[in-house]
């Protein structure tokens, strides 16, 4: 078998979701986000993205424990801050894929206000949330997505703030890929994976994920565990077919708002995709653009230019 030279690598083995493990999940027995897990590590393989090319960032919580389980780049920020560094690494390294992944505290609440700038600038990654609507790595407290009533430790006699619709958030957020997915639907986040991957620009897909501790049969009413209720979105496929008319065009965005205000739990898919400059491709354009004006100026050059200018 060739070993290859440094002008001709050899040529690498098929990657196996072995490969793409880490260290052995910590969470509780029977964490829906065990099945999230299990669906990125398949859609990994099936995408046979190198390692060296893949960055998995999280903040703070049971969720944001995910980087620790894939084989990859990886680092865990500030409770809520993943999604700032995450844009840095995007913007700075065009040529790996960022994957963002935490919980709704994480996103919605002390991480919410990132989530809109990251959103209407489109910079590149994919940003995961497991949605369990209860805070579980700080055993139960209300999050913004826990339903009026919920009893927990910061709310003892039942929650009375009106929760956040997280499909609408984030389609308000002026992200170009919104998804929804469930914990007990790994073809389905598979699907939706391997498409937030494809998109170019900032793609975000809710998964409704249970903590089993804290907050078990969240969505069981209207999603029984083995996905009895699950609704799948039908998308608009343009083959001039009557039913075709019914169908979502996910380019819409009023019916994108329509699908997030159905009755909980709603359905499930991508709510809405549109294409839209990156930040990366406009701050790339907004570069070559100065190296021709500068002819071609090194980085330092242009620091020292700089500093002189302000002297
Ligand atoms: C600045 C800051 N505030 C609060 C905390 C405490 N804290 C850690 S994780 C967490 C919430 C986790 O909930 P969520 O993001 O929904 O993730 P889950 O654990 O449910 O997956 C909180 C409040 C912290 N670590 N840092
Ligand atoms: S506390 Fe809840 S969210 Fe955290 S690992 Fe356990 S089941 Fe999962």
Same mark, same amino acid.
């Given at each position: 078998?060739?070993?290859?030279?440094?002008?001709?690598?050899?040529?690498?083995?098929?990657?196996?979701?072995?490969?793409?493990?880490?260290?052995? &999940?910590?969470?509780? &027995?029977?964490?829906?986000?065990?099945? %999230?897990?299990?669906?990125?590590?398949?859609?990994?393989?099936?995408? *046979?993205?190198?390692?060296?090319?893949?960055?998995?960032?999280?903040?703070?919580?049971?969720?944001?424990?995910?980087?620790?389980?894939?084989? @990859?780049?990886?680092?865990?920020?500030?409770?809520?801050?993943?999604? &700032?560094?995450?844009?840095?690494? @995007?913007? @700075?390294?065009?040529?790996?894929?960022?994957?963002?992944?935490?919980?709704?505290?994480?996103?919605?609440?002390?991480?919410?206000?990132?989530? *809109?700038?990251?959103g209407?600038?489109?910079?590149?990654?994919?940003?995961?949330?497991?949605d369990?609507? %209860?805070?579980?790595?700080? $055993?139960? *407290?209300?999050?913004?997505t826990?339903?009026?009533?919920? $009893?927990?430790?910061?709310?003892?006699?039942?929650?009375?703030?009106r929760p956040i619709n997280p499909m609408n958030t984030l389609l308000a957020s002026g992200a170009t890929f919104v998804a929804r997915s469930h914990?007990? *639907? %790994?073809?389905h986040? %598979?699907?939706m994976?391997?498409r937030?991957? $494809?998109?170019?620009?900032?793609s975000v897909i809710e998964?409704l994920?249970?903590?089993?501790?804290?907050?078990?049969?969240?969505?069981?009413?209207s999603v029984?565990?083995?996905?009895?209720s699950f609704v799948a979105i039908e998308e608009k496929r343009g083959?001039?077919?009557p039913e075709d008319a019914n169908r979502h065009d996910p380019t819409n965005l009023e019916s994108a708002f329509a699908l997030a205000n159905e009755q909980w739990p709603g359905v499930f898919g991508v709510f809405y995709q549109v294409?839209?400059?990156?930040?990366?491709?406009?701050?790339?354009?907004?570069?070559?653009?100065?190296?021709?004006?500068?002819?071609?100026?090194?980085?330092?050059?242009?620091?020292?230019?700089?500093?002189?200018?302000?002297?």
């Amino acid at each position: 078998m060739s070993t290859g030279t440094l002008d001709t690598p050899a040529p690498r083995p098929p990657l196996t979701r072995k490969d793409l493990r880490a260290d052995h &999940p910590t969470w509780c &027995p029977g964490c829906g986000d065990f099945a %999230v897990l299990a669906s990125f590590h398949r859609v990994l393989e099936k995408m *046979q993205l190198p390692h060296e090319r893949i960055v998995t960032l999280a903040g703070i919580g049971c969720s944001s424990r995910f980087p620790y389980f894939v084989n @990859s780049h990886g680092g865990h920020f500030i409770h809520g801050r993943a999604l &700032p560094f995450a844009s840095g690494v @995007s913007l @700075s390294r065009d040529d790996l894929h960022v994957f963002v992944f935490g919980g709704d505290g994480d996103g919605f609440s002390i991480g919410g206000n990132h989530l *809109q700038h990251a959103g209407r600038k489109n910079i590149k990654m994919t940003y995961v949330i497991m949605d369990n609507s %209860v805070y579980g790595l700080t $055993k139960k *407290q209300t999050s913004p997505t826990s339903p009026i009533g919920f $009893k927990s430790k910061t709310d003892t006699t039942g929650a009375f703030d009106r929760p956040i619709n997280p499909m609408n958030t984030l389609l308000a957020s002026g992200a170009t890929f919104v998804a929804r997915s469930h914990a007990t *639907q %790994v073809n389905h986040m %598979v699907e939706m994976f391997e498409r937030a991957m $494809k998109h170019d620009g900032f793609s975000v897909i809710e998964i409704l994920s249970e903590c089993v501790e804290f907050f078990p049969g969240a969505f069981d009413t209207s999603v029984p565990r083995k996905g009895g209720s699950f609704v799948a979105i039908e998308e608009k496929r343009g083959d001039g077919s009557p039913e075709d008319a019914n169908r979502h065009d996910p380019t819409n965005l009023e019916s994108a708002f329509a699908l997030a205000n159905e009755q909980w739990p709603g359905v499930f898919g991508v709510f809405y995709q549109v294409n839209r400059p990156t930040k990366n491709a406009l701050e790339a354009g907004l570069i070559a653009k100065a190296r021709e004006r500068t002819k071609g100026a090194s980085d330092l050059d242009l620091l020292r230019a700089t500093f002189n200018r302000l002297r």
